[in-house]
C-alpha cells in the first residue's frame, strides 16, 4: 500500500484540491462528525507556531484522534538534519531516525522546519521535509518548509472562495512589507498560489532585490493562466500596486540575494519601512473595499496599520479558522474511513 503525503499542493491535483475544499466546507458547516477515533498526528515543530500547532491539535480532539507535539531541543531530542553528518556536536538524533520511529507510533506526523543555512541554492531543495517523507512510513504533512506552507494554501483559498464567491478574474495582489527579520518565502509563494489556483489576477508587489524564486514566479504565473487567470506584472511601488485591487495579501520576506545574512539583508532592506498597508493605501483598492488578509502573525503598525487590521476589509481571523477547517478535511481524507 503506497501512502500519501502533503508536501506541496501542486503534488495533488486540482480535482482532489478541489475536492478538500468542499469538505472543508461542508466540515465547517458541521455536517461531519468523527472519522479519526483512534488515529494519532505526532507534530515535530523545529520552528515556533501558534495557529498551526493549535489547528491540528483541535482537529484530531474534534475527530475523536489525538495529536502528539515534539518541540527538538525543548521537550525532545535536538534533531541532526544533514545527510551523513558526523554527529559529534550538539544534535543528538538524525531526523531519519526520528522520521522512522515516529511513523511507528502514530497514523500520521507533521512537521514544520523553517530555513537553515546560507546557501539558497541548497535550501530551496526542501529536503528536511521531503527526506522526512521519504524515511516515515505513514503520510507526512507539511506545516511549513523552506518552500511551502500547503496548510496555509488550503486556507487561504477556502477563504478567497468564500469572500469573493468567484474569485476569478478578480485581482489578487501579493504586497511585500517591511519587517525587523528577514523572514521565509514559503507563505508568499503558497499565497500567490493559492490564488492563481483559483484563476485570479496575480499581482506580485516587492522592491527590487526582493524577487521570489524564479521558479516560483513560473509556476504562478503557469497556474494562473491554466486556471483562466492571468500574471499581470510585478511592481516596484506599493501606492501604485494596490490600485483596483480585490485582495491585498501583506506579507514580508526576505531578500533571497542576501540570503542567511541577517545583517547584510537588514541593511539591504533599510530605508523600506514605507512598504505597509496603510488605510490611505487601502483607500485605492476596489471601491476601498478590497480585502486584507494577511497568514499571522502580523507586526501590527510595521506591516499593516491597527486602522487596516480592526477595520470592515479584514478577514485575517477568517483565514486564521480556516486553518482548522482545511485541516479537518486533510486529515479525514489522509487518516479517515475510506482512506487508503
Ligand atoms: N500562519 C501560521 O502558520 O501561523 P503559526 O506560525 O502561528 O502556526
Known sequence: MTKRDFVSVEDWSDAEI?????????????EVLGGLERKVMAMVFMDPSLRTRTSFETAMFLHGGHAVVLEPGKSSWTLETEPGAVM??????????????LGRYADAVGIRSFPRGTDWSAVREDRIV???????EKPVINLESSRRHPCQQLADALTLREKLGQPEGKRFVLMWSWHPKALPTAVPASAALAAAHQGMEIVIARPDGYELDPEDTGLIRRIAQERGGE?????????????????VY???????RHFGQAEAESAFRSGLRDWRLTAARLRSTRQGKGLVMHCLPVR???????AVLDGPSSVVVDEAENRLHVQRALLLELLGRGSA
Open 300 to 306: 501590527r503598525n510595521v506591516e499593516i496599520d491597527d
Open 18 to 30: 478541489d475536492a478538500l475544499l468542499a469538505l472543508a466546507t461542508r466540515i465547517k458547516a458541521g
Open 88 to 101: 559529534d556536536g550538539a544534535t543528538v538524533e538524525h531526523i531519519q531516525d526520528a522520521a522512522r520511529v
Open 231 to 247: 500574471f499581470v506584472h510585478i511592481i516596484n511601488d506599493p501606492d501604485e500596486a494596490v490600485v483596483g485591487a480585490d485582495v
Open 250 to 256: 501583506v506579507k514580508s520576506w526576505g531578500s533571497l
Open 130 to 136: 521531503r527526506d522526512f517523507a521519504r524515511f516515515c
